[in-house]
């Protein structure tokens, strides 16, 4: 198994969107900062619309997804009351793999780390070396492009929107 640390560089795809991730052995589920949450209707199934803050080089930036809801879970806060959060897939990289993700969704703005994967995630994909961060790289095919001329961060996309 690949030796991660307890911080770890993660895409989120489809987008290629870079960010850093806690990696919490203490956590059983996984959590992806999310605000502006919007449930809706699509071809008659329920979906959720959100943003996804994350920054670069001190820079922010947000993403705006939508993905069907899997379902709304029961989330136990430390020191905390049950909290119902909507629940999807995603694909990340990890340590150069791309791998499918049940995230709950939490406005996780105020904390340092985006996205946090816990047991269910890293369970016979890794082990945790907690006195070390940034063991591996998440390329996983991605090549840094150049910017083009003209296209303003703020054009929405069609996966989602990037600010």
Known sequence: LPVLGWVENVRIEPWGVKTRARLDTGAKTASISAHD??????????????????????????????RPVIRIGKI???????????????????????????????????????????RRVLAMRALVDSSRTSLSKADCGHKKKKKKKGVNENTPLDAGTVE
Not at 51 to 61: M, P, Q
Not at 89 to 112: G, K, P, S
């Open 37 to 66: 949450i919007e449930l809706f209707k699509k071809n008659g199934a329920q979906w959720v619309r959100f943003i996804f803050d994350f920054s670069t080089a001190g820079k922010e930036r947000s993403i705006q997804i939508e």
């Open 76 to 118: 136990k806060q430390h020191n905390g009351p049950l909290q119902e959060r909507p629940v999807i897939h995603m694909d990340i990289c990890l340590a150069d793999e791309v791998r499918t993700v049940e995230f709950n969704l939490i406005d996780r703005r105020a904390l340092n780390y985006p996205v946090l994967l816990g």
